[in-house]
């Protein structure tokens, strides 16, 4: 009766296919939709023009449109355009004016027909698009 070794043989790519595996587990996690309590938040669902319907009417901001190149444009009463760059993260919209300066405002809610923030770019105040 022949004995053998009874070691593991070498496996090729031995533990490289684990760290393949836990790499790609962690990437598809990560990439999770961003949520409201309403439901996903997608930064395409804000493509489009948008006029405010509810919240602090003033002079800045009637109307707002978003385009798929993450550019954005708030008009005025006064016709002024503001121009931005813009990107949803968590459950918040990013904004940045052509000199630099950044403005945060939390997306309360966000569907296919209306969005509400609690306040856009220097509006503090709670402000209800809808899209048209």
Not at 51 to 80: C, K, M, R
Not at 97 to 112: A, E, F, H, P, Q
């Amino acid at each position: 009766m022949e004995i053998r070794n009874l070691e593991k043989a070498p496996v090729p790519f031995g533990n490289k296919i684990h760290i393949i595996l836990i790499f790609l587990i962690q990437l598809i996690l990560s990439c999770n939709p961003q949520k409201t309590s309403d439901g996903i938040l997608s930064k395409e669902m804000l493509y489009g023009e948008w006029t405010l319907v509810d919240g602090e009417h003033q002079v800045n901001y009637p109307d707002i449109e978003f385009f798929a190149d993450s550019s954005a444009i708030l008009y005025s009463q006064a016709d002024t355009i503001y121009r931005f760059t813009f990107f949803i993260r968590n459950d918040s919209l990013y904004l940045t004016d052509i000199y630099g300066k950044k403005y945060v405002s939390r997306i309360r809610k966000l569907s296919c027909t209306t969005v509400i923030f609690d306040g856009i770019a220097d509006v503090k105040k709670k402000q209800t698009y809808e899209k048209q």
